[in-house]
């Protein structure tokens, strides 16, 4: 697999993304950056949002993972079912009732404007971060595999990703995404199938033989009953509906593409499906990286320091060349889709929630459309740079940093949104961000000394929803009598 095929295969992906874009782009304002003036077809948005929903998190780290901790990763898919229930039930009929385009406005509406701000600043540093971390491990391998062999810093790599990303979402946004969505969700699906059947072609085995091959190894187990195990099966599957509450019901990267849904009930059929898809799409990325360490098992092949790096070293130097423009087309459309919807809805989130360009009365569209410019090209550059720190950083799989970050950060807006819908309370609103800061700490401590205050116990991804308790029962302390 050269770097010249790799390059060739990079610039016919990108080519195709921009000839969606200039279709999608034709008659674009900014409510069609925004929502895509309310006209996505919801079966489009939901496909679409199984490549948002993966990203390179899922194509490279979930794969990679599965030596270290199995196929535990699906009591959290399965519990992602029951999170999908509440986002379809509980906040979409409030977000259409209210007509929102920010969901962060429910909070000025709900308790004031520090609260409000809070949500949105929340947001804004959980998806910068995510959306660096999904790209970083991405545009990594490409630099490694490709533009190192050429002396190309990997600032550079970077850059040129950032400003293609820009290039094809800046005029349309979101209507542009729902449909680039969808062929990065087809292009991460089919190139993560075939190298399963290239590589059952690899070892002369069927697939049937390949499948019981992992299920009689441990690699398959998938529910953990050790109650101080970090991978306790009741654990993972509680933090899989939380998570799918914060990640995706609170969080107007995924939602954004939801309200572009033409009214409520198609929004609902969109999030029904997309929980329900998720299953079956997660169960092949793990088998996937079941048969990729049978296979350097059987191959005599030495497992790679960085389990990230296990998918990538195996596709691009023992396959063959078929096998590698399958996972370097499989890789370019994760790492487009790490970004482009991010951008938008970063762009969307900063020039309402935080310029609030819609309160200050800037109802000139041209004036209107200056302000997103500038602000997509702020937070593009925002991305770059954190993309390049985490670089410089980067020391375990990235698929646990993600998940811990947002249990941080994603906490106090579970709080928040928790306690609006579910108390009639108001809050003094001026200790909003107090409570807001003070849980995460808690939390923070609490990870760190918990096998020593809690008798072994080894806290996971459930930190989250003790985040969003701690949050809860900080703004019942601050509540107006």
Not at 2 to 21: D, R
Not at 22 to 40: C, M
Not at 61 to 78: A, Q
Not at 353 to 364: A, C, Q
């Amino acid at each position: 697999m050269t770097p010249h095929l790799i390059l060739i295969s990079f610039l016919i992906y990108t080519a195709l993304l921009f000839t969606v874009s200039w279709i999608t782009s034709k008659r674009s304002d900014n409510e069609t950056f925004f929502l895509g003036n309310r006209r996505s077809p919801w079966l489009v948005v939901a496909y679409g949002m199984i490549g948002a929903s993966l990203s390179g998190v899922t194509f490279i780290s979930i794969p990679g993972d599965v030596g270290n901790t199995s196929f535990s990763y699906m009591m959290i898919v399965l519990g992602y079912l029951l999170g999908y229930l509440v986002i379809a039930n509980v906040l979409l009929p409030v977000y259409y009732k209210l007509q929102l385009t920010s969901i962060y406005t429910y909070l000025d509406q709900r308790f004031g404007v520090r609260a409000y701000k809070t949500g949105a600043v929340y947001f804004l540093i959980s998806r910068v971060i995510g959306a660096s971390f999904r790209m970083f491990l991405v545009v990594n391998v490409l630099q490694l595999f490709v533009f190192d062999s050429w002396g190309v810093p990997f600032w550079f790599t970077v850059s040129l990703f950032m400003l293609l990303i820009w290039l094809y979402t800046f005029r349309a946004g979101i209507r542009t995404i729902v449909w680039t969505d969808t062929l990065q969700t087809t292009f991460m699906l089919v190139s993560v199938i075939l190298t399963i059947f290239i590589i059952s072609s690899e070892m002369n085995i069927s697939l049937g033989g390949l499948i019981d091959k992992v299920q009689d190894s441990e690699l398959s187990q998938m529910v953990f009953t050790g109650w101080q195990d970090r991978h306790f099966f009741l654990k993972d599957f509680l933090a899989g509906m939380f998570i799918a509450i914060v990640m995706t019901g609170l969080d107007q990267d995924m939602m954004q593409k939801s309200l572009s849904c033409r009214n409520v009930k198609e929004a609902k059929k969109n999030i029904y499906w997309l929980g329900t898809a998720l299953v079956p799409v997660n169960l092949v990325f793990l088998f996937l990286g079941a048969v990729l360490f049978i296979y350097a098992a059987d191959a005599g092949l030495a497992i790679p320091e960085r389990t990230d790096d296990l998918f990538p070293t195996i596709a691009l130097k023992y396959l063959g060349p078929f096998a590698g423009i399958v996972f370097i087309t499989g890789l370019i459309s994760a790492a487009y889709s790490s970004a482009d919807s991010a951008l938008t809805a970063l762009t969307t989130s900063f020039t309402i929630d935080i310029l609030g360009i819609r309160r200050s009365g800037h109802s000139d569209e041209r004036k209107s459309r200056r302000i997103r410019y500038i602000v997509h090209i702020g937070v593009s550059l925002l991305v770059l740079l954190v993309i390049i720190v985490f670089r410089a950083i980067h020391d375990e799989s990235v698929i646990s940093k993600l998940f811990t970050i947002a249990g941080y950060t994603y906490g106090p807006l579970l709080g928040l949104f928790a306690f609006g819908l579910f108390t009639k309370y108001e809050v003094k609103d001026k200790w909003v961000p107090v409570v807001a800061l003070i849980s995460p700490l808690i939390c923070y401590v609490l990870s760190v000394y918990d096998q020593v205050l809690l008798n072994g116990y080894n806290f996971g991804f459930e930190l989250l929803i003790l985040n969003g308790i701690f949050t809860f029962l900080g703004l019942m302390l601050i509540r107006k009598k």
